[in-house]
């Protein structure tokens, strides 16, 4: 029996996210046969402007439209999901900063299975849909089972699935308002205040056409020193993981990944990282990227195109004082 | 304010090359050098600067076995006043559910007007705080890297959401929130505080002691099942520089020469 499956859309100011179109492929690698409806909320001109583009590829979109949903707040669209998803079935998610608000509540609510942050889907046999994950920020793949007999909510991690944006379905969208907003909407604890911009710092790495970009693997806040002389002689300026961040060793407005800046230089220099999808997530345009790190296994080889390992201790002063003497 | 805290062994990446045990489809674990989540060592700091604004306790919860232990200590010796270990051979092989459904169990044993979590641990599954909230029937809020107490039963609390902008909600109490790193700079710990850690009773608790039946957690209720670990497939793995550290630095220089990165 085919399956039906659900996917939550994002957007932001009507114009839909790329993880809608992933979640096609998604759903297409779970289940060939697969029944697929968008599930979009919010408010107005928005919300149509973002039912039409997900119509055009999804076989049928559900709208949620209200003047409440103008800003999404995960613990309300919950409880509106919950009225109008059937229970057994399946909901996708995209694995990102809202995803990760809503969906494991959303799998209890449905008494679904929960799968989270999938990159991969083997087949389905026996009720359980085989998925591959990933643990220890990317060292180690696991190829888990999910017994969907009771329906299931998962996450994708986006990014991992191609973007099927050639097929043409063009679905009815359905206005599922009344039937998510019977009894009004729904009573949460926890109220949206503001939406607050991250400040602009003094150095914008966006700009940048060359980064050194240094992890945990600098160890010490004084060891910084030698990724700035590094930085200095290429042309570049000096960015980082979160961890650095975190430590407060480096600005804010330096942190590259999904928390911090999308960079798009020609080269990037990944030093002492080991390749987290949330930085790696900062990382477009397709730069040449340079791994060093002392871990053979570290998962930023597989994002690399070329690999040193070694000690970035060692080897940034070495490589700064080479440039250095061509340049003389 | 009573708080609870979520907190989880987990091999030390930076410490450990995760190998792979042909033998058992699992991972090495024998010789990995294990330490707190990061993410929940945060969540305790966090937990004990609440505590000395406004008074209450901190509790450290995890599910383990008796190494976990360990990790309750140091968090106890760096200020949490409590720790609970909760072990029981039914417990093995619990799914995130599974996990979150103990949990419940002891945040229910007592009263607790907050519980935290870290926003993930080694798996990256980012889920228990999610479940536990909707099992206990508590409002929650993900990746929170800012906590204001308003009073008994109002709190302030800052998301980090994508790009580093933040949301702004009040939640009222009693809810959960996973903590994200980077909202407080966690303390040493102080060597007299292990000292004292180390003489202090840490109860365990087991399915017995928590209402649970032994079918509804671990391998038996588990709807997500880890069957096999494997190697990220090396397709499209980086080309290697190799040789003595200079040859690899002339080659490094020739590639970023013809990338712009050196001019
Ligand atoms: C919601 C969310 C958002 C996030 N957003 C971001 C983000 O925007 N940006 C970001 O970066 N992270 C982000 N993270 C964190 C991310 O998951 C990782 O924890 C982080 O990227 C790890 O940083 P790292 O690679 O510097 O540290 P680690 O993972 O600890 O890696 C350090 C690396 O250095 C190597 N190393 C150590 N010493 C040396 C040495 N002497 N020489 C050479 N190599 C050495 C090690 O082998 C290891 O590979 C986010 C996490 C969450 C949950
Ligand atoms: N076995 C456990 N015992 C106690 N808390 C846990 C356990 N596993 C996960 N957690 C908590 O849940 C958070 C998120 O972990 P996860 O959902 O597994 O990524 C961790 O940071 C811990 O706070």
């Known amino acids: 029996?085919?399956?039906?499956?659900?996917?939550?859309?994002?957007?932001?100011?009507?114009?839909?996210?790329?993880?809608?179109?992933?979640?096609?492929?998604?759903?297409?690698?779970?289940?060939?046969?697969?029944?697929?409806?968008?599930?979009?909320?919010?408010?107005?001109?928005?919300?149509?402007?973002?039912?039409?583009?997900?119509?055009?590829?999804?076989?049928?979109?559900?709208?949620?439209?209200?003047?409440?949903?103008?800003?999404?707040?995960?613990?309300?669209?919950?409880?509106?999901?919950?009225?109008?998803?059937?229970?057994?079935?399946?909901?996708?998610?995209?694995?990102?900063?809202?995803?990760?608000?809503?969906?494991?509540?959303?799998?209890?609510?449905?008494?679904?299975?929960?799968?989270?942050?999938?990159?991969?889907?083997?087949?389905?046999?026996?009720?359980?849909l085989s998925a591959i994950r990933q643990e220890f920020n990317g060292q180690v793949n696991t190829q888990v089972e999910c017994d969907i007999s009771n329906g299931a909510v998962i996450t994708i991690r986006p990014g991992s699935f191609k973007g099927d944006e050639g097929q043409c379905a063009n679905g009815p969208i359905v206005d599922k308002t009344s039937e998510a907003m019977e009894g009004?909407?729904?009573?949460?604890?926890?109220?949206?205040?503001?939406?607050?911009?991250?400040?602009?710092?003094?150095?914008?790495i966006t700009q940048s056409e060359v980064l050194?970009?240094?992890?945990?693997?600098?160890?010490?806040?004084?060891?910084?020193?030698?990724?700035?002389?590094?930085?200095?002689v290429m042309g570049g300026d000096v960015s980082c993981s979160r961890p650095i961040v975190d430590a407060k060793w480096l600005e804010k407005e330096r942190q590259v990944g999904n928390s911090g800046k999308t960079v798009k230089p020609k080269v990037y220099l990944a030093l002492g990282i080991s390749g987290a999808f949330q930085h790696l997530a900062g990382l477009k345009g397709n730069p040449f990227v340079v791994a060093v790190n002392k871990n053979p296994k570290a998962p930023i080889f597989q994002a690399a195109d070329v690999g040193v390992i070694a000690d970035i201790l060692d080897f940034i002063p070495e490589l700064t004082d080479k440039i250095n003497e061509i340049k003389r | 304010m009573?708080?609870?805290?979520?907190?989880?062994?987990?091999?030390?990446?930076?410490?450990?090359?995760?190998e792979l045990d042909s033998g058992s489809n699992g991972i090495k674990r024998d010789d990995l050098v294990y330490s707190i989540n990061e993410w929940d060592n945060y969540a305790v700091e966090e937990a004990i600067q609440i505590r000395e604004k406004h008074g209450g306790s901190v509790t450290v919860v995890t599910v383990d076995n008796e190494e976990g232990d360990e990790v309750?200590?140091?968090?106890?010796?760096?200020?949490?006043?409590?720790?609970?270990?909760?072990?029981?051979?039914?417990?093995?092989?619990?799914d995130g559910r599974g996990i979150a459904s103990i949990l419940k169990a002891v945040v229910e044993k007592e009263h607790y007007d907050l519980v935290?979590?870290?926003?993930?641990?080694?798996?990256?599954?980012?889920?228990?705080?999610?479940?536990?909230?909707?099992?206990?029937?508590?409002?929650?809020?993900?990746?929170?890297?800012?906590?204001?107490?308003?009073?008994?039963?109002?709190?302030?609390?800052?998301?980090?959401?994508?790009g580093g902008n933040l949301e702004v909600y009040e939640v009222d109490l009693p809810c959960v929130l996973s903590v994200q790193t980077g909202i407080n700079e966690p303390r040493y710990v102080p060597?007299?505080?292990?000292?004292?850690?180390?003489?202090?009773?840490?109860?365990?608790?087991?399915?017995a002691d928590l209402g649970l039946s032994p079918e509804s957690v671990g391998e038996a209720g588990?709807?997500?099942?880890?069957?096999?670990?494997?190697?990220?497939?090396?397709?499209?793995?980086?080309?290697?520089?190799?040789?003595?550290?200079?040859?690899?630095?002339?080659?490094?220089?020739?590639?970023?020469?013809?990338k712009g990165g050196v001019r």
Request: net charge negative; proline share 3%.
């Open chain 1, 1 to 128: 029996m085919a399956l039906h499956i659900y996917s939550y859309i994002l957007h932001n100011k009507g114009v839909i996210d790329d993880t809608a179109f992933e979640a096609i492929s998604a759903a297409g690698v779970i289940d060939p046969d697969a029944s697929i409806t968008a599930v979009a909320a919010g408010s107005g001109l928005d919300l149509d402007a973002v039912c039409n583009q997900a119509s055009k590829h999804y076989q049928e979109v559900w709208k949620i439209d209200s003047e409440a949903l103008s800003y999404p707040d995960a613990e309300v669209i919950r409880r509106l999901l919950v009225r109008i998803i059937p229970k057994g079935d399946i909901v996708l998610i995209p694995h990102e900063h809202f995803g990760m608000d809503l969906a494991p509540g959303l799998s209890v609510m449905l008494d679904a299975a929960y799968l989270s942050d999938a990159v991969d889907f083997g087949g389905i046999g026996d009720g359980r």
């Open chain 1, 184 to 204: 009004g909407i729904p009573a949460v604890g926890r109220r949206f205040l503001k939406f607050v911009e991250a400040e602009v710092g003094e150095i914008d």
């Open chain 2, 191 to 207: 060597i007299r505080g292990v000292m004292k850690a180390a003489g202090l009773d840490v109860p365990v608790y087991g399915t």
């Open chain 2, 72 to 94: 309750l200590r140091r968090e106890m010796a760096m200020g949490a006043d409590r720790g609970v270990l909760v072990m029981d051979k039914a417990f093995e092989g619990s």
């Open chain 2, 116 to 162: 935290l979590t870290g926003v993930q641990a080694d798996d990256g599954a980012a889920q228990i705080g999610g479940l536990l909230a909707a099992m206990l029937g508590w409002p929650y809020a993900s990746i929170v890297n800012e906590i204001e107490i308003l009073d008994e039963k109002k709190i302030r609390i800052h998301r980090e959401v994508a």
């Open chain 2, 2 to 18: 009573e708080i609870f805290v979520c907190v989880k062994r987990v091999p030390d990446t930076g410490e450990n090359e995760i």
């Open chain 1, 212 to 232: 050194v970009s240094v992890g945990r693997g600098i160890a010490d806040e004084d060891n910084l020193e030698i990724a700035f002389d590094l930085a200095k």
């Open chain 2, 222 to 258: 588990a709807t997500v099942k880890v069957k096999n670990y494997f190697v990220p497939e090396a397709g499209d793995r980086a080309e290697m520089l190799e040789g003595s550290t200079e040859e690899i630095i002339d080659k490094l220089i020739d590639l970023l020469k013809s």
